[in-house]
């Protein structure tokens, strides 16, 4: 099993920045991909960002690209999510997952999931 634990989240104002981290235990060298998702109210739970645990590849919805940036610092088992620019389109939910096995954008391919982080981005 992994733990993850996701912090960082509050209110800014449209134009701020943010950096949510996710402190990760247990059987991490069993997590080949983690990634971040946020769920707005009305809406479904949506991919935002997502990384190789090497490194060596990431990706990014289309909707935070060029705003967002995923890094992972493995000697601390922690992932981070710098987001600079926020728009009030960003306010959301925002989870830390992990799958062991696949890339994917889709929230079903991942085996563990954080409780979330709120980050509300007012106009």
């Known amino acids: 099993q992994v733990q993850l634990v996701e912090s960082g989240g509050g209110l800014v104002q449209a134009g701020g920045s943010l950096r949510l981290s996710c402190a990760a235990s247990g059987r991490t060298f069993s997590s080949y991909y983690m990634g971040w998702f946020r769920h707005a109210p009305g809406k479904e739970r949506e991919f935002v960002a997502g990384i190789q645990r090497s490194g060596a590849y990431t990706n990014y919805a289309e909707s935070v690209r060029g705003r967002f940036t995923i890094s992972a610092d493995n000697a601390k088992n922690t992932l981070y999510l710098q987001m600079n620019s926020l728009k009030p389109e960003d306010t959301a939910v925002y989870y830390c997952?992990?799958?062991?096995?696949?890339?994917?954008?889709?929230?079903?391919?991942?085996?563990?999931w954080g409780q979330g982080t709120q980050v509300t981005v007012s106009s």
């Open positions: 997952a992990a799958t062991a096995l696949v890339v994917s954008t889709l929230p079903h391919a991942y085996q563990y």
